[in-house]
């Protein structure tokens, strides 16, 4: 098992502890069917199709 050979430092940690709490906007798509927002690469919750085909049934 690898050791590391030297102590990091307290500035590093915390640098890189910092870049995961960082809170990022999430990425919006438009669907192309019905124009509404919606994730990225996920059904579309208000007309129900993922890429061009009808995938939940409408109610």
Do not use: F
């Amino acid at each position: 098992m690898a050791v590391p050979k030297r102590k990091t430092s307290r500035a590093r940690t915390r640098h890189r502890k910092a870049q995961w709490l960082r809170a990022r906007r999430p990425h919006i798509a438009t669907c192309p069917r019905c124009k509404e927002p919606r994730e990225p690469h996920t059904v579309c919750p208000s007309c129900g199709t993922y890429r061009g085909r009808q995938v939940l049934s409408e109610e």
